[in-house]
């Protein structure tokens, strides 16, 4: 029984990690290589430009702590 929630969890971990990774690399075409594009873009929206970049930051900081968490949660399974 252990062993199936620990391959649940590895499981949830993976896809977690897919799907952050999977939005870095979302995140890295549209940056591409010209941040002063971006730049240009968030001032042309103001404020709603800024919104986003704080909303994007608060989502990836979320996935990171669930990803953290959920690994501890394994360890302690695995060492038990």
Known sequence: ????????SMLA???????IVNAGTELTRFLGNN???LVMDV?????EGFKLI???LNVSKELS????AISK?????NNT
């Not at 029984?1 to 649940?8: E, H, I, Q, R, S």
């Not at 702590?65 to 953290?68: A, E, P, R």
């Not at 949660?73 to 399974?77: A, P, R, S």
């Open 54 to 56: 704080k909303k994007g």
């Open 65 to 68: 702590n669930y990803s953290i």
């Open 43 to 47: 001032i042309s929206y103001g404020e």
């Open 35 to 37: 941040v002063k594009l």
């Open 13 to 19: 971990v993976l896809l977690i990690l897919l799907y």
């Open 1 to 8: 029984m252990k062993l199936a929630t620990a391959g649940l």
């Open 73 to 77: 949660e394994i360890y302690e399974i």
